[in-house]
Every structure is written in structure tokens, then in C-alpha cells.
């Protein structure tokens, strides 16, 4: 349970009562990037998403990828592999925009059928 607490530790609000479902999606996401970042029990160097955007804003959205490109800059202190999925179209072009410039491979599944997945992909670098 997240709490919201003044100076002297008394509860002011709690976070699932007061705030929209997209700030509690984004105190969530808040949280399980911060601990992705920081943790130590593996030196896999991976942070997985599915559909992390829902009920974001547009603003949001845009801020949401650059912390993730920030994430994952090759050379920064914190260079983590992403892997994302979503079924959101628009987010997944706006991500192959923001990620031009990192060498970074975005697959697009048109169909799935007795052959199997059909596959499409952009490198991007």
C-alpha cells in the first residue's frame, strides 16, 4: 500500500482514493523502474514491459519514453536492455521516432495463421 505522507510520518492521502487511474499507472510504473534500476540480485541487465502506457496522456507518454531512452543510452551509467510490447500502434511509432539514434530493432506482428506469426522489422540506428 502506497501512502503519501507531511513531514512528521501523518497519512495525508492515499494514492488509490485520490488520484486518476492514469497517476496511479504511472506511480506504478515509477516504482517498478526504480526498482529495475537498483536491483542487485542478478546481473541480467533487462527490464521487460508489456503495455506499460495505459490510460497515459500524450504529455505523459513522450515523458514515459525519454526516461525510457535514458534508461537504455549506450554508454550512460545505467545502459539496460528494453524489452517492450504493446498493442498501441501510435505509441509504437512515436517509440521508433525517439529511438533513432540507438541501435534498437522494433518488430511489428501483422498476423498470426497456420504459418505462423507474420513478422515485420525495423532496425533503427
Request: charged share 20%.
Amino acid at each position: 500500500m502506497i501512502e503519501c505522507k507531511n513531514k512528521s510520518g501523518k497519512t495525508i492521502v492515499n494514492p488509490a482514493f485520490t488520484f486518476s487511474k492514469a497517476q496511479v499507472n504511472i506511480v506504478a510504473i515509477s516504482i517498478f523502474l526504480s526498482m529495475a534500476l537498483r536491483q542487485q540480485c542478478t546481473k541480467l541487465n533487462t527490464i521487460l514491459l508489456d503495455d506499460p502506457m495505459q490510460s497515459m496522456d500524450d504529455l505523459n507518454i513522450i515523458s514515459f519514453i525519454d526516461v525510457l531512452r535514458s534508461c537504455s543510452m549506450e554508454g550512460g551509467d545505467l545502459n539496460k536492455q528494453l524489452v517492450l510490447s504493446t498493442h498501441d500502434d501510435k505509441f509504437y511509432r512515436l517509440l521508433l521516432k525517439k529511438f533513432r539514434f540507438l541501435s534498437a530493432v522494433g518488430y511489428y506482428f501483422e498476423i498470426y495463421d497456420e504459418d505462423g506469426p507474420g513478422v515485420r522489422s525495423w532496425g533503427i540506428s
